[in-house]
């Protein structure tokens, strides 16, 4: 089946959310909607959308906050926004590009003009999608969303476990000692033990499950990720 984009709607008007979601699903879209900044970080917190309309106007926190939060974050920063607002002033546009919106929507609007505003930024998107994503084995690690998973399943990595499995798979069937691991990964100006990469190594392992037998040590050399394992 082709991949359905999802989209989180940010929307506390509900005729106004179910207009677009209605208008999302039919069009091949997957629609999620959050009421207020509350629900949209929940949501967010559990699955990255490939796009976000977001409100200017919502009770709690408004839409440019929430944006400029988004941004900041490493891990939705990826993730387009296209904000929605009521007013159609110059200011207005530009305080929400500069909060980093990727592009504004003017109510009322139609629904091919939104389409076509979504189908943009996710096509903007798409070649650094492209570019960040490597798998191998049934192992993927996508660097844009950092999201890793073993055959399809989503696998939890703390950060520092994240930068070496992406060292690792950037650099596979290559062996890497401890000296070169700390240099690339860890940032050669920071003293630390070499036993730390093995700790590090020990928890990538176990956090990745049967996956984890994909790093190997090799005696003596260090560690390599192989898809022979
Ligand atoms: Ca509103």
Same mark, same amino acid.
């Given at each position: 089946? &082709?991949?359905?984009?999802?989209?989180?709607?940010?929307?506390?008007?509900?005729?106004?959310?179910?207009?677009?979601?209605?208008?999302?699903?039919?069009?091949?879209?997957?629609?999620?909607?959050?009421?207020?900044?509350?629900?949209?970080?929940?949501?967010?917190?559990?699955?990255?959308?490939?796009?976000?309309?977001?409100?200017?106007?919502?009770?709690?926190?408004?839409?440019?906050?929430?944006?400029?939060?988004?941004?900041?974050?490493?891990?939705?920063?990826?993730?387009?926004?296209?904000?929605?607002?009521?007013?159609?002033?110059?200011?207005? &546009?530009?305080?929400?590009?500069?909060?980093?919106?990727?592009?504004?929507?003017? &109510?009322?609007?139609?629904?091919?003009?939104?389409?076509?505003?979504?189908?943009?930024?996710?096509?903007?998107?798409?070649?650094?999608?492209?570019?960040?994503?490597?798998?191998?084995?049934?192992?993927?690690?996508?660097?844009?969303?950092?999201?890793?998973?073993?055959?399809?399943?989503?696998?939890?990595?703390?950060?520092?476990?994240?930068?070496?499995?992406?060292?690792?798979?950037?650099?596979?069937?290559?062996?890497?000692?401890?000296?070169?691991?700390?240099? &690339?990964?860890?940032?050669?100006?920071?003293?630390?033990?070499?036993?730390?990469?093995?700790?590090?190594?020990?928890?990538?392992?176990?956090?990745?499950?049967?996956?984890?037998?994909?790093?190997?040590?090799?005696?003596?050399?260090?560690?390599?990720?192989?898809?022979?394992?």
């Amino acid at each position: 089946m &082709k991949h359905q984009p999802r989209v989180l709607i940010v929307e506390d008007e509900p005729p106004i959310a179910e207009l677009i979601a209605v208008n999302l699903r039919h069009n091949g879209f997957q629609p999620v909607w959050a009421e207020d900044g509350v629900a949209a970080q929940r949501e967010l917190d559990a699955v990255l959308p490939d796009a976000i309309l977001l409100d200017w106007m919502l009770p709690g926190e408004s839409g440019i906050v929430l944006a400029r939060r988004w941004r900041a974050d490493a891990r939705t920063r990826g993730v387009p926004i296209l904000m929605l607002t009521a007013r159609g002033d110059e200011p207005d &546009k530009v305080t929400g590009l500069d909060a980093g919106a990727d592009d504004y929507i003017t &109510k009322p609007f139609s629904t091919q003009e939104m389409l076509a505003r979504i189908r943009a930024v996710l096509r903007r998107r798409a070649p650094e999608q492209v570019k960040d994503r490597i798998e191998i084995a049934g192992l993927m690690l996508d660097a844009a969303t950092h999201r890793v998973s073993w055959q399809d399943q989503p696998v939890k990595l703390g950060p520092t476990e994240f930068r070496l499995l992406h060292f690792f798979m950037k650099h596979a069937e290559r062996v890497h000692s401890r000296a070169q691991l700390l240099d &690339k990964v860890w940032g050669d100006h920071v003293f630390i033990e070499e036993r730390t990469v093995d700790v590090h190594v020990k928890r990538l392992r176990e956090s990745l499950g049967e996956a984890g037998a994909m790093i190997e040590t090799v005696r003596g050399a260090g560690y390599r990720l192989t898809a022979q394992a």
